[in-house]
């Protein structure tokens, strides 16, 4: 992967470790290039890699420019509640986008195997259930906002897990990873805003989250659809 798209990796390398350096010292004036540069430059680099239109890129391109939106909200969400809950509704939003992006694949009608469906159910929905419960007694007024968020999160994990059969293996593992990722990180900052604030908490915030989004990304990039016989 980095030795196919080296040029990308390494700008996108120069954006993660400067938006690491910027948590990690708290250069907000910094912050307000690197944070939004993250999803830009992933936007960008689908737009420029995949030249055939789809559906499925399509929807992973809105859900990039929602999880922008939401970046950029929740850098002002010190200054009022209100910013935190508009960031947290863009996030759901982009999620809802892949969501969608990975139900294409889903709708492939080449046979994979049944047997893995209710693990995937079961490894997910008891995650969420748990963490849900585990926060549920910090959250106060977030409480229904939060429970929707982590159905969403979940959903979009299981329709990643899903796609094993139904698209090319790279894919589908780059993918499942990147949305794994996603739900530590959400799950990080969740921790990190409700329950008590981590010493490392935002670095592994950012950590997990870029690379959630890269490995998003290039899966995209690398998908092949699967033909049915």
């Known amino acids: ?20 350096l910027a948590v990690t010292n708290n250069l907000s004036e910094l912050r307000f290039v690197t944070k939004p540069l993250i999803t830009i430059s992933l936007m960008i680099f689908i737009y420029l890699t ?15 420019f929602f999880s922008l939106l ?5 850098m002002f969400s010190g200054h009022h509640q209100l910013y935190f809950m508009l960031g947290l509704s863009a996030f759901l939003i982009a999620h809802l986008f892949y969501i969608a992006a990975f139900y294409v694949d889903l709708r492939n009608k080449v046979e994979n195997e049944k ?20 926060l549920r007694p910090y959250l106060g007024s977030m409480n229904i ?18 796609r094993y059969g139904k698209t090319n293996y790279k894919s589908f593992l780059w993918i ?7 739900i ?8 990190n805003k409700f329950v008590e604030r981590l010493d490392m908490g935002d670095f592994w915030v950012m950590t997990t989250y870029m ?7 290039m899966g995209t990039i690398e998908r092949k659809y699967i033909k049915p016989n």
């Open 176 to 182: 499942l990873l990147g949305a794994i990722l996603f």
């Open 115 to 134: 047997r893995y469906v209710l693990p995937i159910f079961i490894v997910f929905g008891f995650f969420c259930i748990s963490y849900y419960y585990f």
């Open 70 to 74: 939401g970046d950029v909200l929740l």
């Open 50 to 64: 995949i030249k055939k239109k789809s559906r499925f890129t399509s929807k992973v391109k809105v859900g990039l």
């Open 145 to 162: 906002p939060v429970l929707a968020y982590c159905f969403v999160i979940t959903l979009m994990g299981i329709t990643a897990a899903l």
């Open 211 to 217: 690379l959630a989004q890269f490995l998003i990304c």
């Open 1 to 20: 992967m980095l030795n196919k798209y080296s040029q990308f990796s390494f700008a996108f390398a120069i954006i993660f470790f400067a938006e690491l």
């Open 184 to 191: 530590i990180s959400d799950a990080t900052l969740a921790y």
